[in-house]
């Protein structure tokens, strides 16, 4: 069983930065695709940032490009998404999910992938 634990959420005033972070209790965490959700209150939940298996490839949200940035930590088994220039409708409660299915990255990215795994969630609230 995959457990995700996020952190690092919090009240931050728009135009200011957070960091969360993910941390993953699995044997094989490199063998993992990893992503950020995101449910704004009254909102379905929305994809926001994917990183394959070692890291070299990443896929943004056209809403949080040039903003966000995701990484992961194979060694550590964690994943993080920096997130600068905050707006008040980033406000949401962010979700770190994984899938360790043998599939490719342009399944990851399609729009359509369903991961396996979610963690609890944290929020975030941007003011304005």
């Known amino acids: 069983q995959v457990q995700l634990v996020e952190s690092g959420g919090g009240l931050v005033q728009a135009g200011g930065s957070l960091r969360l972070s993910c941390a993953a209790s699995?044997?094989?965490?490199?063998?993992?695709?990893m992503s950020w959700f995101r449910q704004a209150p009254g909102k379905e939940r929305e994809f926001v940032a994917a990183v394959s298996w070692s890291g070299g490839s990443t896929y943004y949200a056209d809403s949080v490009k040039g903003r966000f940035t995701i990484s992961r930590n194979n060694a550590k088994n964690t994943v993080s998404l920096q997130m600068n220039s905050l707006k008040p409708e980033d406000t949401a409660v962010y979700y770190c999910?994984?899938?360790?299915?043998?599939?490719?990255?342009?399944?990851?990215?399609?729009?359509?992938?369903?991961?396996?795994?979610w963690g609890q969630g944290t929020q975030v609230t941007v003011s304005s």
């Open positions: 699995v044997r094989t965490f490199s063998s993992y695709a």
């Open positions: 999910a994984a899938d360790g299915r043998i599939v490719g990255w342009a399944d990851v990215v399609s729009g359509s992938f369903e991961y396996d795994y």
